[in-house]
């Protein structure tokens, strides 16, 4: 069973930088979609970036782009997302989530964004303030 396991979340002060970690068990990446996702108190879960390294395709949801960055590294089965120029906004559990789907392509990972994946990890809070 595809399990996933999220760290690197913390406080940090606006504008600075955060890098989270998904490591994943089970099985190969190579077939999976991934994605990051975010959920603060009292807002709707927002699907943060998606990507496939398969079909080398990334989306992000237009609050983040420009500042977050989505890699995969295969031969470590981990996800990474890099933060950038972090925002009050920005505040929240985020979690890594996978769905199989071989060389998913950008309206694919758009609906996944939008729609949610089939395996999810427990989260990890991030807090930007001051």
């Known amino acids: 069973q595809l399990q996933l396991a999220e760290s690197g979340g913390g406080l940090v002060q606006p504008g600075g930088s955060l890098r989270l970690s998904c490591a994943v068990s089970g099985y190969t990446l190579d077939y999976y979609a991934i994605g990051w996702f975010r959920q603060a108190p009292g807002k709707e879960r927002e699907g943060v970036s998606c990507?496939?390294?398969?079909?080398?395709?990334?989306y992000y949801a237009d609050s983040v782009k420009g500042r977050f960055t989505i890699s995969i590294d295969n031969a470590k089965n981990t996800v990474y997302l890099q933060m950038n120029s972090l925002k009050p906004e920005d505040t929240a559990d985020y979690y890594c989530?996978?769905?199989?789907?071989?060389?998913?392509?950008?309206?694919?990972?758009?609906?996944?964004?939008?729609?949610?994946?089939?395996?999810r990890g427990k989260g990890t809070l991030v807090t930007v303030s001051s």
């Open positions: 990507a496939s390294s398969s079909h080398g395709s990334t």
């Open positions: 989530a996978a769905e199989l789907s071989p060389r998913a392509d950008f309206q694919t990972l758009g609906r996944f964004c939008k729609f949610g994946m089939d395996y």
